[in-house]
């Protein structure tokens, strides 16, 4: 594979995992997740289901999906081996995308044999559904970085952005931070909405208030707080890299990224007033990996970067030995 196919390739890889990604929202939000029954990799003890019911095709056609994309993650993987010489970035990205997705596998693997699926309210399955969040976002982050580096995107270079005034590092850091408990709040209050869907408003808002409510009800005020806060915090981050750098990719991924997620925060605030139904929820989904994804690629673009000032004090003579 030519270095110019692979980096199509992966591009085409992200966008793919990304439908995958909205398909179990489809299973989720429809409660299809018990399609296959408690079978796993088998579906229903099939391996093509015969005449399936609406859930087991929305369930099986999930499998079938996520086995492509980890294919298609297996070859990437494979072709980075070949493309790029030893010790380069992207493939690192790609193997760390292999390992991710196989997690994913198994993690889907233990939300079906331990039946977290269709009515299941426990706190077991709210834990492992954030933590697949949590780990989905990662994956769609080493694919990001993968074609980023692939791209000619420069390795991470950490000196000079770690301490004083440019301390992006930790600027960044506390972004994922934020961005990862987000996800893992807002798939834990889409369970919530999926199992105790409200009649209104007024009822959704009693309900969550109520201290005889159910805790997943009573979780969902947690999301718009957190997602409150931290949008206040990327917006801050995404506006300090635009002043600090003469990048104009950085600067367009920075002023990107706030546009996103103020537009995230509408489409949040709409699927509350909808009472999320699925289509919406799809939505907001897709634009929370949007932001995730231009979050990842304002990251990288920074830290591969050289910090301010760093050129000129490196191009100045080092003094000699007399």
């Not at 074609?147 to 950490?158: I, K, M, T």
């Not at 103020?262 to 929370?288: E, F, I, T, Y």
Request: aromatic share 8%.
């Amino acid at each position: 594979m030519k270095l110019g196919r692979f980096v199509n390739y992966v591009w085409l890889v992200l966008a793919f995992t990304m439908l995958v990604i909205l398909w179990g929202a489809v299973v989720r939000a429809t409660g299809s997740g018990a399609g296959c029954g408690a079978h796993w990799p088998l579906c229903n003890g099939e391996v093509i289901p015969q005449s399936p019911a609406v859930a087991t095709f929305i369930e099986f056609f999930h499998r079938l999906t996520s086995g492509v994309a980890l294919a298609l993650i297996v070859v990437m993987f494979i072709a980075s081996r070949r493309v790029f010489p030893k010790g380069h970035p992207a493939r690192g990205g790609a193997l760390a995308s292999l390992v991710l997705i196989v997690v994913e596998s198994l993690i889907g693997m233990l939300i079906v044999v331990l039946e977290l699926t269709a009515q299941n309210t426990s706190a077991a399955r709210a834990a492992v559904i954030a933590v697949h969040q949590v780990n989905t976002l990662f994956l769609l982050g080493a694919i990001t970085l993968t074609g980023w580096w692939a791209s000619g995107g420069q390795a991470l270079n950490l000196r000079g952005h770690t301490s004083g005034r440019n301390g992006t590092v930790a600027l960044l850091i506390g972004g994922v931070a934020g961005l990862l408990a987000i996800s893992a709040t807002g798939a834990i209050t889409a369970l919530g909405d999926t199992l105790f869907p409200a009649t209104s408003l007024q009822a959704g808002f009693e309900r969550d208030l109520s201290p005889t409510a159910h805790f997943l009800e009573q979780l969902r005020i947690v999301h718009p707080i957190v997602a409150g806060l931290t949008g206040i915090y990327i917006v801050a981050v995404a506006w300090l890299i635009h002043r600090r750098t003469h990048d104009p990719l950085v600067k367009w991924l920075a002023a990107t990224l706030s546009g996103l997620f103020l537009a995230q925060c509408a489409l949040g605030a709409m699927n509350v007033v909808l009472l999320a139904p699925v289509w919406m929820q799809l939505a907001h989904l897709l634009m929370a990996d949007a932001v995730w994804i231009c979050f990842v690629l304002l990251g990288a673009s920074t830290l591969g970067a050289q910090p301010a000032g760093q050129a000129i004090s490196d191009a100045q003579p080092k003094p000699q030995p007399v």
